[in-house]
């Protein structure tokens, strides 16, 4: 009887130690999974970042075209403005996609539409211009249409200051529509995973066809380049 109920206990003990093994296992997994979470987390904010420079540069393309064919006269006051496309013989030509008109960092998906005010732009025309090593890019071709809004912003960036390089929570705009706008940014107020012109925050990104140069320049956490423009040959435009 003792050697029977040894035998029977014996199968009891060893699934224990397995179940015990499994756990262990698992704890293990788990601890593994929380060290790679954060990496995850920040890769998948990059990619979210970097979609939105591609919709807001291809935003700034179209309120490049949108001037132009209004002879400088005339900006966009809402991005339908922009979706409907402008007139081409009988047809109308397409100048933004619909995707493009949704900004992935915003809560809501709207951008913010931003006027052609030197408060607004001229913190970020020094930026480009530090970015640039002291050289403001000129305003895209024909310049006749483009600077009348550029010449007040770069003057007004000219009385900056060099620690003059984010917009006060208080100066926040937060318009969306109905305003006529010389360029888009994001309604997040996050710290960026990558920088733009050197930028670390999403609100201060502003995507206007003002100030282009040759090239969008962004660089990654800590100085890692991913860059557009003359370094690697990618530009972030109108994709088609």
Same mark, same amino acid.
């Given at each position: 009887? %003792? %050697?029977?109920?040894?035998?029977?206990?014996? /199968?009891?003990?060893?699934? @224990?130690? %397995?179940?015990?093994?499994?756990?262990?296992?698992?704890?293990?997994?788990? $601890?593994?999974?929380?060290?790679?979470? /954060?990496?995850?987390?920040? @890769?998948?904010?990059?990619?979210?970042?970097?979609?939105?420079? &591609?919709?807001?540069?291809?935003?700034? +393309?179209?309120?490049?075209?949108?001037?132009?064919?209004?002879?400088?006269?005339?900006?966009?006051?809402?991005?339908?403005?922009?979706?409907? @496309?402008?007139?081409? =013989?009988?047809?109308?030509?397409? $100048?933004?996609?619909?995707?493009?008109?949704? +900004? #992935?960092?915003?809560? *809501?998906?709207?951008?913010?539409?931003?006027? /052609?005010? /030197?408060?607004?732009?001229?913190?970020?025309?020094?930026? !480009?211009?530090?970015?640039?090593?002291?050289?403001?890019?000129?305003?895209?071709?024909?310049?006749?249409?483009? *600077?009348?809004?550029?010449?007040?912003?770069?003057?007004?960036?000219?009385?900056?200051?060099?620690? *003059?390089?984010?917009?006060?929570?208080? *100066?926040?705009? !937060?318009? %969306? +529509?109905?305003?006529?706008?010389?360029?888009?940014?994001?309604?997040?107020?996050?710290?960026?995973?990558?920088?733009?012109?050197?930028?670390?925050?999403?609100?201060?990104?502003?995507?206007?066809?003002?100030? &282009?140069?040759? =090239?969008?320049?962004?660089?990654?956490?800590?100085?890692?380049?991913?860059?557009?423009?003359?370094?690697? @040959?990618?530009?972030?435009?109108? #994709?088609?």
């Amino acid at each position: 009887m %003792t %050697t029977a109920t040894a035998n029977r206990k014996q /199968p009891n003990g060893e699934s @224990g130690m %397995t179940l015990f093994a499994i756990m262990a296992v698992m704890a293990i997994f788990a $601890i593994a999974l929380l060290a790679v979470a /954060p990496s995850v987390q920040q @890769g998948v904010q990059r990619e979210k970042e970097l979609e939105s420079i &591609r919709r807001g540069e291809e935003i700034a +393309d179209a309120i490049r075209q949108y001037v132009i064919f209004h002879n400088g006269a005339k900006l966009p006051e809402s991005m339908d403005d922009l979706l409907e @496309g402008l007139p081409q =013989g009988t047809k109308k030509r397409m $100048i933004l996609r619909p995707s493009a008109a949704t +900004d #992935p960092l915003s809560d *809501d998906g709207k951008w913010r539409l931003i006027k /052609p005010d /030197p408060k607004m732009i001229a913190t970020f025309a020094k930026r !480009v211009q530090t970015f640039n090593n002291g050289l403001l890019p000129d305003s895209p071709q024909p310049k006749a249409y483009f *600077d009348k809004y550029s010449v007040m912003i770069v003057n007004n960036a000219d009385t900056g200051t060099e620690d *003059d390089t984010d917009i006060d929570d208080d *100066d926040f705009d !937060v318009t %969306t +529509d109905n305003q006529p706008f010389i360029g888009v940014a994001s309604q997040s107020r996050s710290k960026s995973v990558i920088a733009y012109y050197g930028i670390e925050r999403h609100s201060n990104w502003i995507f206007t066809p003002l100030f &282009r140069g040759t =090239g969008v320049m962004i660089t990654g956490q800590r100085g890692t380049g991913i860059g557009t423009g003359p370094r690697d @040959g990618r530009i972030f435009g109108n #994709p088609r």
